[in-house]
């Protein structure tokens, strides 16, 4: 199976930058994404790393280390419409497994 | 353009009721399909996923099933439901071509 770990909470100001972490451990490790889920909502795809190195995606970049078993989600020029929950999720094999996720709140 | 419906929206049953959630694919073939549960405040938890018609692999043992009738649907099942089964329930696909995972748009389940 695999182990997914991220923090649980993190603050923000408006028009700030804030790095959301997350460790893995998997076997058969085939990509790293991240979600992004508002309360009550689907999720919905925000980013996809399966080669080292960083992908930026207007005010979004995902970082991947895979032999750290690391990524992070940068998010910067924070708006308030950014305060939802942004998950990490592993592939391995056909399979999507997800972190608890991390709730950001953005505060004006 | 390839979407994903699944329905219903929000669904109230009570307990030892039977319950049927479907999930339907448009717009491409063949792809793999999953169904999540999100408890309240929790992460989302595979629970079945397909890579083809009739083909279904379970992640955890628990009061429900899945089928896929079909190339682009799946169902979601159970023949009693328990007060535990109350969530949010995610219907997912992909394609080897689309790596990304496209979510519908859910079920919430509450179980009285």
């Known amino acids: ?19 959301i972490n997350c460790t893995y451990q998997t076997s058969g490790f085939n990509g790293l994404f991240w979600y992004q889920q508002h309360a009550g909502e689907a999720p919905t795809f925000l980013s996809y790393n399966v080669l080292d190195g960083l992908e930026e995606k207007g005010r979004f970049s ?3 280390s ?29 399979k999507l497994s997800f972190g608890a996720g991390t709730t950001v709140t953005v505060r004006a | 353009s390839q979407t994903i419906h699944q ?23 063949n792809p793999n ?7 309240a405040g929790r992460g989302l938890q595979l629970l079945f996923y397909s ?21 682009r649907q799946f169902i979601l099942s159970s023949k009693k439901l328990l ?3 109350s969530g949010f ?19 919430r389940l509450t179980v009285v």
């Open chain 1, 1 to 19: 199976g695999q182990n997914i770990d991220q923090p649980t909470e993190m603050t923000a100001t408006e028009g700030a930058i804030v790095q």
């Open chain 1, 62 to 64: 995902s970082f991947l």
């Open chain 1, 66 to 94: 895979r032999s750290k078993g690391y990524s992070y989600l940068l998010l910067k020029e924070l708006q308030m419409k950014d305060s939802a929950s942004y998950l990490c999720a592993v592939r391995a094999f056909y």
């Open chain 2, 7 to 29: 329905w219903p929206a929000t669904l109230v049953q009570p307990v030892g009721s039977p319950l049927s959630l479907e999930c339907t694919v448009e717009g491409t073939s």
């Open chain 2, 33 to 39: 399909l999953y169904w999540y549960r999100q408890a």
């Open chain 2, 51 to 71: 890579v083809g018609i009739g083909q279904i692999s379970s992640e955890v043992p628990q009061n429900l099933s899945a089928s896929r009738p079909q190339d």
């Open chain 2, 83 to 85: 007060l535990s089964d």
């Open chain 2, 89 to 107: 329930y995610l219907c997912a696909w992909n394609t080897e071509r689309q790596g990304s995972y496209t979510f519908g748009s859910g079920t």
